[in-house]
């Protein structure tokens, strides 16, 4: 498993739309956070709901985003963080320090 | 696969008259029909869920607020932890600990489905699988929190898991005080199903 980011990288969400089964919510589409973990290897899911491998797998990262950034009228500490697991195809480099 | 008999077969999943549960055994005996599922197989499931319950992760919380060895290995590899239980979490998908302390408080949710570490605990509740949950625990979790009577201490973070992927978390809530000299099975039975999504925290017994 080669991992493309590490924890503290800054990483933006891809925006827009794929067809089909995606496991990342739209609402963090475009969005930038932070690796907090990688959390391994697993079969694409993209491919796994259509009865495909899901091989070559896919590095899996939990990814922390703050939560103000999210939603303008979010209630509570500006640091407060939401974390979500994210494949590596999701993720580009760059935005949150 | 050839369906030999020519009786009618009570459908496994029940007699439930909702439109669902009608889809349900429609789907069911097609699956059997076909030979992709057998009624033994569906029966071994259904028991296997049923054997799955909160309790489970109730035990796994008391024994790590009475063993530090224990708690770092349910936070470490939670899978692991639970085979020391003879809690058999399966091969996937992972299953992950979250830690409460004085300075965070966790809560879980999914928001594109319902997952939730029911290797572990079982089917979630409704709450957890109704659309509005999913969608305002992510963007609103303290109203939510507060909704259910539940308000985290002054200075504590909230930090929400959206349990997007491979990854099916259960929080491990504080020890509440004045338990000092309560043993571990007592102290399981103040952990609620809903401490372990994070919607609440356990607290002492009165009186």
């Known amino acids: ?97 | 696969m050839s369906h030999g008999n020519d009786h009618d077969h009570a459908a496994v999943t029940g007699s439930a008259t909702s439109p669902l549960a009608a889809r349900v055994r429609a789907m069911e005996a097609l699956l059997i029909e076909k030979g992709v599922l057998t009624e033994a197989e569906i029966q071994d499931n259904i028991a296997y869920m049923d054997s799955r319950s909160p309790a489970n992760g109730a035990r796994l919380v008391a024994r790590a607020w009475t063993d530090e060895g224990f708690k770092a290995r349910l936070l470490s590899d939670g899978k692991a932890a639970a085979i020391e239980f003879g809690i058999e979490a399966g091969a996937s998908p992972e299953f992950v600990v979250v830690e409460n302390t004085p300075g965070v408080h966790n809560l879980i949710v999914c928001t594109l489905c319902s997952c939730y570490p029911r290797n572990v605990l079982g089917r979630p509740p409704d709450w957890y699988k109704s659309f509005e949950y999913r969608s305002r625990a992510v963007r609103e979790p303290r109203a939510v929190m507060r909704e259910f009577g539940f308000e985290p201490p002054g200075g504590t973070r909230v930090a929400v898991h959206d349990s997007t992927a491979d990854v099916r978390y259960m929080v491990l809530p504080m020890r509440p005080p004045g338990t000092e000299g309560i043993g571990e099975e007592e102290l399981a039975g103040l952990v609620t199903r809903d401490c372990l999504i994070g919607m609440g925290v356990p607290s002492a017994p009165t009186g």
């Open chain 1, 1 to 97: 498993m080669t991992a493309r980011f590490a924890p503290g990288d800054a990483v933006r969400v891809r925006p827009g739309a794929k067809p089909g089964h995606v496991r990342t919510p739209d609402y963090l589409k475009g969005r930038q956070g932070r690796i907090e973990a990688v959390l391994g290897s697993f079969p694409n899911p993209e491919d796994l709901a259509y009865g495909l491998s899901g091989e070559p797998g896919r590095v899996l990262y939990k990814v922390g985003f703050r939560q103000e950034a999210l939603w303008s009228d979010y209630e509570g500490p500006s640091d407060e963080r939401l974390y979500a697991d994210v494949y590596e195809h999701w993720l580009e480099p760059g935005g949150e320090r």
